[in-house]
């Protein structure tokens, strides 16, 4: 019985890892997406300002993908341990 | 001159030794091999593909430089071993010493890439405490970085001294001017202000740094030492001091005295804090992540071959040019996240030393 349990255990953990990554890649597509959607409509708007635009588009967006990439790591925290 | 021929020798002598060290441990694992088969057929001749252990070693830090495995002889470099405790002092010796953690030697024995020490018996001593001082393959990694950034960027600096700047950059010249302007510019004037000549160094230097190191991990066959939580941790603290040590008096009265109505300061004041340390931490994370990630999705893709090959052996090798297209494609956004992580870490270095730096607003005194 309490081999079971330990399986269950186990295999629980390996699934909200699993699960977790997968909502950070939810959050970070959404996230990531408005950020291109702003700055291209921005481009559109205003050609003259494309490399400003261009440069804070991929400033934000490393922002948003560091926040996603804390929840891989937990992620990955939860399998391991 | 004389300094790209100095370059030369050492690249070839680094050649030279790496070819010897390589067929030196390839000759001394042939005569041992003969009589060990026997029992390891009868023991793990079906050890099954575990991908998640080879990804492991893949990441980990470890004390040779492995390359591939034909049948039983594996192809590296083993690394010296430089461990002290206080009981046994210091002991140097080669890590090909373990015949990778078959055999005990010299009362140490490497328990999956750990060193123990063992007693006469073979049993792993619990009381003696090692410290392990290793050229690991991180360590030999970041220093050929560091020898090879210096030489190049010496060399760079060098050809302006000699021509000024007057005359038209040639050679590598052109490929570095562009991005020292871009870090000059965009990372340190915009960020920084009147006097960012005297951060440029540690940005530039910060900048290259991680992205040599970024760069050469990408080679198959070299260590992850990016994607090292602590290499990534001595570069957050480092940026965290230079970022202490900039700031002024308006930085701290900001964070104490936040000029918000008091029934919020006592939410404000702990926030900000907090935030002085969670500043580093998010740069210390982003950049081991990013490239953990990259280096573990690399491996999956390839892993992914042998997985299909466990299926059945057509599957294995049907797959394997997809497998090796989504790998060439996932490579160049690791080659494109290597700039843009070098280039995210300096300018946050940067945003962040700008913001300790910033003087009293008008909105502040009302």
Redesign the interface.
């Known amino acids: 019985m309490s081999s079971m349990n330990f399986l269950m255990d186990v295999g629980l953990s390996h699934l909200g890892g699993a699960i977790g990554a997968g909502l950070a890649a939810i959050g970070s597509g959404i996230g990531i997406g408005q950020i291109g959607k702003g700055a291209l409509e921005s481009i559109a708007r205003q050609p003259e300002a494309a490399n400003e635009i261009r440069?804070n588009m991929?400033?934000t967006a490393?922002f948003v993908?560091?926040v996603a990439?804390?929840a891989?790591?937990v992620g990955i925290l939860a399998v391991l341990k | 001159m004389a300094l790209r021929s100095i370059k030369f020798k050492v690249l070839v002598l680094f050649t030279f030794l790496s070819m010897l060290s390589i067929t030196a441990t390839y000759a001394e694992n042939l005569p041992e091999q003969a009589g060990k088969t026997i029992e390891k057929e009868a023991g793990a001749k079906e050890s099954a593909f575990d991908p998640a252990k080879l990804i492991m070693e893949h990441i980990l830090d470890a004390h040779e430089f492995h390359f591939f495995t034909i049948g039983e002889t594996e192809i590296a470099i083993p690394l010296p071993i430089i461990i002290y405790s206080k009981e046994r002092g210091l002991a140097v010796f080669s890590f090909g010493n373990f015949h990778h953690g078959h055999e005990v030697y010299n009362g140490y024995k490497s328990e999956e890439g750990k060193i123990v020490a063992v007693d006469a018996t073979g049993k792993i001593e619990e009381s003696i405490k090692l410290y392990d001082f290793s050229l690991t393959r991180n360590v030999v990694q970041m220093l050929i970085a560091a020898l090879l950034l210096m030489f190049v960027m010496i060399g760079v600096a060098n050809k302006y001294k000699k021509n000024g700047v007057n005359v038209a950059p040639s050679g590598f010249q052109n490929a570095v001017e562009p991005v020292i302007a871009l870090i000059r510019d965009d990372v340190g004037k915009t960020n920084l202000g009147k006097d960012y000549e005297r951060y440029m160094p540690y940005l530039l230097t910060v900048f290259f740094f991680i992205l040599i190191n970024n760069l050469i991990g990408l080679i198959p066959g070299t260590a992850n030492v990016t994607g090292n939580i602590a290499f990534t941790i001595v570069l957050g603290i480092i940026s965290f001091l230079v970022n202490l040590f900039s700031t002024n008096k308006h930085f701290w009265k900001h964070i104490f005295w936040p000029p918000v109505p008091h029934f919020v300061k006592p939410i404000m004041v702990p926030v900000e804090f907090l935030g002085i340390f969670t500043k580093p931490f998010a740069l210390i994370v982003r950049l081991f992540a990013n490239m953990v990630a990259g280096h573990i999705v690399i491996t999956c893709f390839i892993m992914l071959i042998f997985i299909f090959g466990g299926l059945s052996k057509t599957a294995g090798w049907g797959f394997a040019p997809i497998s090796l297209a989504f790998t060439i494609f996932i490579y160049f956004i690791e080659i494109l996240v290597a700039f843009i992580q070098a280039f995210i870490f300096t300018n946050l270095t940067a945003v962040f030393i700008g913001q300790s730096r910033e003087g009293a607003h008008d909105e502040d005194h009302h």
């Open positions: 440069a991929i400033l490393a993908e560091g990439l804390f891989v790591i």
